[in-house]
């Protein structure tokens, strides 16, 4: 079941969208601090949102920038600014598509079901598309994709490269400096704890998808991601 954030501001708008959105059988999660729209956005884990332009301290293009810097999820903007600068803005910054208002819910679903068909289901992924399989895992890297199973979990840049990091060693350790490098350029200037704040990310995806993997420290040295024969085993590098 796919999660859809509503960023707009106007409540009746945004309960309407939420309640059509659910009786088409997605979640619908409603943003209510327009001051951490990317916090909300990870927090809820969502594969779309529904943006919109005039929201309150920040407008929408600003936040469609800071989304679309760890997430390639559909972004649809719904706006009553129909200027043709302004759909060219927001497709600039990295939106999906532009929908005035006022509009039609039919049509805004009809959109909504598009782009996700587009993103996930059934036109997503073309048979030459690149995959790494590992400890029950798959992962399509160029769209920050993590299956495993039925279950599905969108993953951020850096957290892509972590988990194919260690999936392409699985079993054996990868060290924290070859991670620090995978991850970031110049990576002498990461906080030794961001690292460690992705692994806790990742950690937590891994659970939500109800993956028999797990990704252990392995002190001095790195970390490891193991999967469910090694757990059992007891086999540690």
């Not at 327009?34 to 927090?43: A, C, K, L, N, Q």
């Not at 399509?140 to 850096?158: D, H, I, Q, T």
Request: with cysteine.
């Amino acid at each position: 079941m796919y999660t859809i954030l509503i960023v707009e501001d106007d409540p009746k708008i945004a309960e309407l969208l939420r309640g059509d959105i659910e009786k088409y059988g997605y979640r619908a999660r409603v943003a209510r601090d327009f001051e951490r729209v990317t916090e909300e956005f990870r927090e809820s884990g969502a594969q779309m949102v529904l943006l919109d332009v005039n929201l309150p301290k920040y407008d929408g293009f600003y936040w469609c920038r800071q989304i679309r810097a760890e997430s390639v999820c559909p972004i649809l903007f719904i706006s009553a600014r129909d200027g043709q600068m302004d759909q060219i803005m927001a497709l600039e910054n990295g939106a999906d598509d532009y929908i005035t208002k006022p509009f039609h819910y039919e049509v805004v679903l009809a959109k909504v079901r598009s782009h996700l068909r587009r993103a996930y289901g059934e036109y997503a992924a073309g048979p030459e598309e690149k995959r790494i399989e590992a400890a029950g895992l798959t992962l399509y890297p160029e769209r920050y994709a993590l299956v495993c199973g039925e279950r599905y979990a969108e993953l951020s840049r850096k957290e892509a490269l972590l988990i194919e990091a260690l999936m392409r060693r699985q079993g054996r350790v990868v060290s924290r400096d070859r991670l620090l490098g995978i991850m970031w350029e110049d990576h002498h200037f990461i906080d030794d704890n961001t690292l460690n704040v992705y692994v806790t990310r990742m950690r937590k995806k891994l659970k939500e998808l109800e993956a028999d993997a797990g990704i252990e420290v392995v002190r001095g040295a790195g970390y490891v991601l193991i999967g469910a024969e090694e757990a059992d085993a007891g086999d540690r590098p």
